[in-house]
């Protein structure tokens, strides 16, 4: 019903910089929240960043002050601006959407694939 796009992740040099970006497509009745989730090998799945339909954005303390969240999500897009990359900040970017597909139906989470993002020299 709700399909999510990724694209942007690659391999960059640590303190380089990368952007990644998501568009959502499908049922749409409303788009609540879009964000990006990170899994690194070996580890769970971890909240990076949402920005809100009203604009607000909240990040996880890995990424204040380095990573920066956009989007409209009226156009239901999100981006991710990601700056002096660590290499611990390797692993699979997920972009994440709390849509409701109607009306009368209450919102519900939905994934893209993944795209991957290593950091190293």
């Known amino acids: 019903q709700v399909q999510l796009v990724e694209s942007g992740g690659g391999l960059v040099q640590p303190g380089g910089s990368l952007s990644l970006s998501c568009a959502a497509s499908g049922i749409i009745f409303s788009l609540n929240t879009m964000g990006w989730y990170r899994q690194a090998p070996g580890k769970q799945r971890e909240w990076v960043a949402t920005?809100?339909?009203?604009?607000?954005?909240d990040y996880a303390d890995s990424a204040k002050g380095r990573f920066t969240i956009s989007g409209d999500l009226a156009k239901n897009t999100v981006y991710l601006q990601m700056n002096s990359l660590k290499p611990e900040d390797t692993a699979v970017y997920y972009c994440?959407?709390?849509?409701?597909?109607?009306?009368?139906?209450?919102?519900?989470?939905?994934w893209g694939q993944g795209t991957q993002v290593t950091v190293s020299s």
């Open positions: 920005i809100a339909s009203g604009g607000s954005a």
């Open positions: 994440n959407a709390r849509v409701r597909t109607y009306p009368w139906y209450s919102a519900s989470d939905y």
